[in-house]
Structure formats: structure tokens, C-alpha cells
């Protein structure tokens, strides 16, 4: 049957006859809000490339967690930054770091929440890398026993969920054993476990001041020409014990997206980066976007690609939009 007999414009002729037919949801349920923690008190200075988002001070944090919170966002990701970098990035993984003390503030104040803390060491180091560093050079293995101790003093301080971003190879499987040795069996991973070398991510180490002080990350970050081997990385992961895995960017890699979807059944998450909701905000500042509906349509689009979950400064701003 053909036209005229099929006519697709008759179920878009209102609102109402779009809305039943509708095959994408976006909720606030999906949603993960990143938020960035300093020390210090009654700190809160906007990210200049990131507009409505902040490095604050813990105070803060918690009035901003209770907002999300209540906005019905369900999950936050934290980011730390530390008063002291050095080699190792000991504050990572130290009892009083800053992200061990957001998190016990915000579980103290808002249990409900779920907080997911960002597993990595290039916010704490001195040069920057997500790595132990050696004649230049970024080693695998002994990162590994770091981040193990990182997400253990993160579950120890409350972390609801860890999330390894550092692409070092058999992180998850250290984390997991070290999780579990500490009596932490019921702590769920979310691997960063498609996460590309992006030109995305400047903003972002802007607010985490995370840039590397020498070369970049494309030496364990993946080249983003590839999509088979992100198939690779996620069985990977899964084998060694990921509950959640994420794909990162979201944007260019829908396609990624789409695929990591149909191969596995467990939970699918999507960052929206950083660069992701700075152009938007930029193009909405010169007056070119209609900002409102741009974000929904990026948003829509990566769900419909099969994101189950999605990081993205957007989720305060959104979640008040599906509100109404
Ligand atoms: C840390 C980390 C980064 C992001 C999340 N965790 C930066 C990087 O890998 O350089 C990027 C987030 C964003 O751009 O919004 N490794």
C-alpha cells in the first residue's frame, strides 16, 4: 500500500496525535547530573565555558544535590578537585580528599540520592594523566592498584556507584576484586568503557583543571575512527565485572551508541560532554540556537540511540522542561 492510500502526515497533524505516537520518552529518571567539589567555604564560581555550572565548596554541593534532587534527578557524578597535586595524586584516594568529604555530606543530608563518584587520577596529579608516570611514559599496571584504592575509599566515605574513566586496561577487574576484598560486594561499577580521545572534553578540564601538562590521552583514550574495538572494550568490561557501561562522547557516537545497545543486555549510559553543552550554550549566547530546543533534541536523540542512562549538564535545565 502506497500513497495516497498511506498518508504519514495524518498522525502528525497536532500535538496530541504526535504525542500518541511518540516512540521516545525522555524522563528525569534518566537522567545523571555532574557536579564539581573545591574545598573551602561558601565557594561557587561559575566554569566561564560552561555556563550555570561551578566548582563549590561542600556547603554548596549539598544545597545543589538537594536541588537536583527535588527536580526528581535521581543520581549525581562527582568530580573533585584537589587543594594539592603531586605524582601519585594522593589526595585521590586520601580518608579527608574532597570527594570523600562531599560525598558524606551529601549522604548525610539527602541518603536518598544516588552518588556516583568519578574514578580517576588526572584531576589529582601533577602532570595531569589518568596514570603513574615513568620516563614520560603512562603505565598500566601500576595505575591499577591506585584506582582500586581510590574507589574503595570512595565506597568507604558512601559512593552509591563508581565509575572508572581512566582507560587504563584491567581496571575493572582491580576495582571489583578490591571492592569485594573490602566487603563492598554490593557496590556497582559503571565503566567508562567506550570513552574516545576527544576534542569534547575542553571544557571539562577547565572545571576539573585536569589538562595534561604534556602530550594528550590518545595513548589509552581510543581513536575515535574506530567502532569495533568499542565493542572490544565493552565485552571487556563486562567480563570483569562492569554493571553499567558508558559510552563517551554521546553525540559523535551514536552510532557507538546504537551498537553497544544491540550487543549487550545491561544498562547503557551516554556522556554528554562537556564541549556537547558548550556549543549550545555558545551558539544560544551569539543568538544563532533556539537553546530550549536544541538541548531536548540532542537529549531525545541519544536516548533514541539507546542510552538507558544520561550524564549531561543539561539535566537540571531539562528535567524542569519535562516538569510541566
Ligand atoms: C577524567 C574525565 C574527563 C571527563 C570525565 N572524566 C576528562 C578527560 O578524560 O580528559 C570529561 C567530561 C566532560 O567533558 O564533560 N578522566
Given at each position: ?113 544516588i ?22 611514559k ?27 574513566s ?5 581496571r ?91 550487543e ?6 551516554a ?5 556537547e553543552?558548550?556549543?549550545?550554550k ?5 543568538g ?25 549538564y ?9 516538569k510541566?
Amino acid at each position: 500500500m502506497s500513497f495516497p492510500k498511506q498518508r504519514l502526515r495524518r498522525m502528525r497533524q497536532t500535538e496530541n496525535f504526535r504525542k500518541l505516537v511518540r516512540e521516545t520518552q525522555l524522563s528525569p529518571d534518566d537522567f545523571i547530573y555532574p557536579l564539581f567539589a573545591v574545598h573551602g567555604k561558601g565557594i561557587k564560581k561559575e566554569i566561564p565555558s560552561m555556563p550555570g555550572n561551578y566548582q563549590q565548596s561542600i556547603d554548596n554541593i549539598v544545597k545543589d544535590a538537594k536541588e537536583t534532587y527535588s527536580l526528581g534527578i535521581p543520581s549525581v557524578l562527582l568530580f573533585g578537585i584537589p587543594e594539592h597535586k603531586d605524582q601519585l595524586g594522593s589526595e585521590a584516594y586520601a580518608k579527608k580528599g574532597i570527594i570523600q568529604q562531599a560525598i558524606k555530606a551529601i549522604k548525610d543530608k539527602i541518603p536518598e540520592l544516588i552518588v556516583i563518584t568519578d574514578v580517576c587520577l588526572c584531576e589529582y596529579t601533577s602532570h595531569g594523566h589518568c596514570g603513574v608516570i615513568k620516563n614520560g611514559k603512562i603505565l598500566n599496571d601500576p595505575t591499577l592498584q591506585l584506582l582500586a584504592k581510590e574507589a574503595v575509599s570512595h565506597a568507604k566515605a558512601g559512593a552509591d556507584i563508581v565509575a572508572p574513566s581512566d582507560m587504563m586496561d584491567g581496571r575493572v577487574s582491580a576495582i571489583r576484586n578490591a571492592l569485594d576484598k573490602e566487603g563492598f560486594i554490593d557496590t556497582p561499577i559503571m565503566s567508562y568503557a567506550a570513552k574516545y580521545a576527544s576534542s569534547f572534553y575542553g571544557p571539562f578540564r577547565d572545571a576539573a583543571e585536569s589538562t595534561p601538562k604534556f602530550g594528550d590521552r590518545r595513548t589509552y583514550q581510543m581513536d575515535p575512527a574506530n567502532a569495533r574495538e568499542a565493542i572490544r572494550e565493552v565485552a571487556l568490561d563486562i567480563e570483569e565485572g562492569a554493571d553499567i557501561v558508558m559510552v563517551k562522547p554521546a553525540l559523535s557516537y551514536l552510532d557507538i551508541i546504537y551498537r553497544v545497545k544491540n550487543e549487550f543486555n545491561l544498562p547503557v549510559a551516554a556522556y554528554n560532554v562537556s564541549g556537547e553543552f558548550s556549543i549550545i550554550k555558545a551558539g544560544a549566547k551569539l543568538g544563532w540556537i533556539d537553546e530550549k530546543r536544541m538541548m531536548m533534541e540532542v537529549l531525545t536523540s541519544i536516548k533514541r540511540a539507546g542510552a538507558d542512562l544520561i550524564l549531561t549538564y543539561f539535566a537540571k535545565e531539562a528535567a524542569k522542561i519535562l516538569k510541566v
